[in-house]
């Protein structure tokens, strides 16, 4: 049996469940907004019923500078600094074999169309080791993951930063994580 | 989610070999199936001939093979790959979507691969049975 199991990283970690949301938000916290044209300065998990998940966890968050650079609390830094731990998201893939993975990609697009770029918003991933962030937008921009060797449990640590384009929610965004195993 | 599509191999020496059958059953914390195969072969200096995929052990997929009885004059007459792979394809979304096993996309994939460069895909839903193929 294959599973994902996506988690915000923090003091407690905070397992994004099936129907909860990856919020990215302002400086004030939960469901607060973030600027048009500037980056997440808080990242949650939000529940069906709109409960802030991540309440307590201290959740990370990364924040886009620039192509090299990011902000995860402790100012400017070099994208090459940024420790797993350090990373918003965490991808868990696991299988009860012991299996490799390769050409796993992660990007956003527009929740129906997966070639399609995400509405009204700006998107930015960068892998742990990588040095510059990935505009990955649509599955042809995709930021590519490294392989992993046999091992029935492996671990993505991605650093994840959203910037709104314009004003109000923004509904047609979602994140996908692909890969191939055997 | 029990694995429904698995795979069917045939080797160089005659023997057939299924997924979940005899020494090719998932162990848990052991190389998988297919990469037990495949070191099975090398240590024994064969290659595979064929590959299928079944679902729910009823519907059977082909490629193109190697085979040396075939029953069409078509089979006959098509080009031979020169190697045959397996592995499984799956996805999920983070924000907005279900991302339980359950739920993601979850595809077992074999493909042809020619002389040529080319390679034949063919891909079945893990959740249905329904295939599609590809030319990479």
Redesign the interface.
């Known amino acids: 049996?294959?599973?994902?199991?996506?988690t915000l990283q923090g003091s407690s970690d905070t397992v994004?469940?099936?129907?909860d949301?990856?919020q990215f938000a302002g400086a004030g916290g939960f469901d607060s907004k973030v600027t048009v044209g500037a980056y997440n300065d808080s990242t949650h998990v939000k529940s069906s019923g709109n409960a802030d998940d991540s309440s307590g966890n201290t959740p990370r968050n990364n924040k886009f500078v620039a192509s090299g650079t990011g902000d995860w609390g402790d100012g400017t830094e070099s994208l090459t600094a940024i420790l797993d731990a350090e990373c918003a998201?965490k991808?868990n893939?696991s299988?009860?074999?012991?299996?490799?993975i390769?050409d796993a990609i992660f990007y956003a697009y527009d929740?129906s169309t997966t070639t399609a770029v995400p509405t009204g918003v700006t998107f930015q991933a960068a892998e742990q080791g990588d040095s510059a962030w990935t505009n990955a937008e649509g599955s042809a921009a995709a930021l590519t993951l490294t392989d992993q060797g046999?091992a029935?449990s492996h671990d993505y640590f991605i650093a994840v930063s959203a910037s709104p384009e314009s004003v109000g929610l923004k509904?047609a965004?979602?994140?996908?994580?692909?890969?191939?195993?055997? | 989610m029990i694995k429904k599509v698995r795979w069917i191999a045939s080797l160089s020496n005659g023997q057939t070999l299924y997924e979940e059958r005899g020494n090719f059953k998932t162990i848990d914390g052991e190389l998988s199936p297919w990469l037990r195969l495949l070191s099975y072969a090398t240590e024994n200096n064969l290659s595979i001939t064929s590959i299928a995929l079944t679902f729910d052990e009823r519907t059977r997929y082909n490629l193109p093979s190697l085979g040396k009885s075939p029953k069409f004059h078509a089979f006959a007459q098509a080009a031979k790959p020169i190697a045959f792979n397996f592995f499984r394809k799956m996805g999920g979304d983070v924000i907005e979507g279900a991302i339980d096993q359950e739920t993601a996309d979850h595809f077992a994939v074999i493909e042809a691969q020619y002389e040529s460069g080319q390679i034949i895909q063919l891909w079945v839903d893990d959740t249905n049975g329904n295939a599609w193929t590809l030319m990479v």
Do not use: N, P
């Not at chain 1, 049996?1 to 996506?6: G, L, V």
């Not at chain 1, 994004?16 to 129907?19: P, V």
């Open positions: 049996m294959a599973t994902f199991t996506f994004i469940g099936a129907t949301r990856l998201l991808i893939f299988d009860a074999a012991s299996v490799a390769t929740g046999a029935t509904s965004f979602a994140l996908r994580v692909e890969l191939t195993y055997s």
